[in-house]
């Protein structure tokens, strides 16, 4: 049975909706949604965690 890859988990309340996760991810699967990064394509996330090294809030953790 294949690992489950770790997708972002976001916290809205440490969000500023700055969006550079959205820039960063080379999957395009995250977007601002009410200027809240919000992961709108899971199934195309492969977990990389491109999004987490790049939020400086630390709003982002894979999990």
């Excluded at 988990?9 to 601002?32: F, S």
């Excluded at 009410?34 to 492969?46: E, F």
């Amino acid at each position: 049975m294949a690992e489950e890859k770790k997708k972002p988990e976001i916290d809205k309340e440490q969000c500023t909706g700055c969006g550079i996760c959205v820039d960063e991810c080379p999957n395009k699967v995250l977007e601002l949604v009410n200027d809240v990064a919000t992961l709108t394509k899971p199934q195309s996330c492969d977990g990389c965690g491109k999004c987490a090294e790049a939020c400086p809030n630390e709003a982002i953790k894979m999990k």
